[in-house]
């Protein structure tokens, strides 16, 4: 049985359609549909309840030696409140989660991963702890809020002080004030938006939701679900566990280099990405040139062969054409390749692309 969040009963008063996903009931959609949550968060502004991911704490003297040793990125010259993504890898290179980390001081990590791999992710870094650490699962006392689009600012200015909003992308206050509710105030998102993700009490997040929706209002906000939010992240290609990464694919092939530091002395799955630098294949764009929509796990062909496989397809709203991302053998990817993917039994044309296919406008 799925669980629910905290904020489950606000979704069913906002006419959420209730769907399981990754172990809990969530919205899928509103009654105003994907397309238009889409281009809200474009344009103005879109509410994302995110509370099904996962939050782990490391604290202690070697904190940051076990995080640098678990994670493919370096965190050695993070400063306080900046946020950093990285992967976690297996030892043959496979992934076993991207996710984000927070600094709060160098012996304190907030690390976010993802909500269908958030027992298997806390098994693997507890099996992998070294020297002076404490490690917690802390998921269950967290509700996560996204408030994402280029509105997003204005509407957290009605509710904080300045200070409480972070400046840079990808840095946070670890201890901010929205609304008089405590939360963490982090500029981080999942959109290809500009925007912020607020952690809060379990017991605050009702009426954070609410309170936000109220005073986004002349900004346009709405509440939007998972079709919107995957849709959004697809069209700004960013990838998805399970979907353009997973234990089979290592980060290299997934275009993922900056967030894999070779030069840093050891982490786990280090040797052998090192092996394979030689890349024989790797993540592409693709826009669909034919009539059709490309989804995941459907065949590519080129020269009468088969050369890689889709791992998310969709039609883009705000771009209004169809597009892809795929894994495709190395000879196969360089811009303007033509390929064909198979869809329900039929071949479709399309177009090697470069990614994001969506960048904001600075």
């Known amino acids: 049985m799925e669980r629910k969040t905290a904020l489950y009963d606000c979704h069913v008063a906002c006419g959420g359609k209730i769907v399981p996903f990754a172990g809990y009931s969530l919205p899928v959609q509103y009654q105003t549909g994907v397309i238009k949550e889409h281009m809200a968060v474009r344009t103005k502004a879109g509410l994302f309840d995110v509370s099904h991911m996962g939050e782990v704490m490391f604290e202690g003297p070697d904190a940051l030696k076990n995080i640098n040793h678990i994670l493919t990125n370096d965190f050695t010259n993070m400063y306080d409140g900046q946020v950093r993504y990285s992967l976690m890898c297996y030892e043959d290179g496979g992934v076993v989660d991207d996710l984000i980390v927070y600094r709060y001081n160098q012996e304190k990590y907030l690390v976010v991963v993802n909500a269908a791999n958030r027992e298997k992710d806390v098994k693997w870094m507890e099996e992998h702890l070294i020297g002076d650490v404490k490690f917690e699962d802390i998921s269950d006392t967290l509700s996560q809020i996204a408030l994402q689009g280029p509105e997003a600012k204005k509407i957290l200015e009605k509710l904080t002080k300045e200070e409480d909003i972070p400046e840079k992308y990808y840095s946070f206050v670890p201890k901010g004030e929205v609304g008089g509710i405590e939360c963490i105030v982090s500029q981080t998102g999942y959109t290809g938006e500009s925007g912020y993700e607020l952690y809060v009490a379990n017991a605050d997040a009702p009426k954070m939701w609410n309170m936000l929706l109220e005073t986004g209002k002349p900004e346009g906000l709405i509440p939007c679900g998972l079709g919107a939010r995957d849709t959004l992240r697809l069209e700004a290609a960013m990838p998805l566990y399970g979907h353009e990464m997973d234990e089979t694919i290592h980060p290299l092939e997934i275009g993922l280099k900056f967030a894999v530091k070779l030069k840093k002395e050891e982490f786990i799955g280090k040797d052998a990405i090192e092996a394979k630098t030689a890349l024989t294949r790797k993540r592409v764009g693709l826009r669909m040139i034919g009539r059709g929509i490309a989804r995941e796990q459907e065949k590519v062909y080129a020269d009468g062969k088969e ?46 692309v470069a990614l994001p296919f969506y960048k904001k406008e600075k």
């Open 307 to 352: 050369i890689g496989w889709t791992t998310s397809g969709t039609h883009c709203p705000y771009l209004g054409y169809a597009i892809a991302m795929a894994i495709l053998d190395i000879d196969y990817t360089e811009l303007g390749t033509k390929v064909e993917v198979e869809v329900r039994g039929k071949r479709i044309e399309a177009e090697v």
